[in-house]
């Protein structure tokens, strides 16, 4: 079992930033992704970005640019740096990984999430 603790969220300002970050921690053998997600009132979750073992990193269109995805794998933690944000950004934003077992199995867990909203 892995669990997931975000932190980092609040308002914001348009145009302003925020650092998320996201710690794993429990029985982990090994991290393979982990990813961040958002969801909106009444839409769907979407994924924001995610970044592999090796640092190879996707965007959702609609945040290139403007958010830079990392991780520290010997911190098991991986941390969203959000920049030029916008009030289409407000949304509970929620930490998954993906691990596996020293037998090849992959589990997939999520957090909590933490609020980031976007408002002057």
């Known amino acids: 079992q892995a669990q997931l603790v975000e932190s980092g969220g609040g308002l914001v300002q348009p145009g302003g930033s925020l650092r998320l970050s996201c710690a794993a921690s429990?029985?982990?053998?090994?991290?393979?992704?982990m990813d961040w997600y958002r969801q909106a009132p009444g839409k769907e979750r979407e994924l924001v970005a995610n970044i592999t073992v090796s640092s190879n990193t996707n965007y959702a269109d609609s945040v290139k640019g403007r958010f830079t995805i990392s991780r520290d794998n010997a911190k098991n933690t991986v941390y969203l740096q959000m920049n030029s944000l916008k009030p289409e950004d407000t949304a509970v934003y929620i930490c998954h990984t993906v691990t596996v077992t020293a037998w090849g199995t992959e589990y997939r867990y999520w957090g909590q999430g933490t609020q980031v909203t976007v408002s002057s």
């Open positions: 429990g029985s982990i053998f090994r991290i393979k992704t």
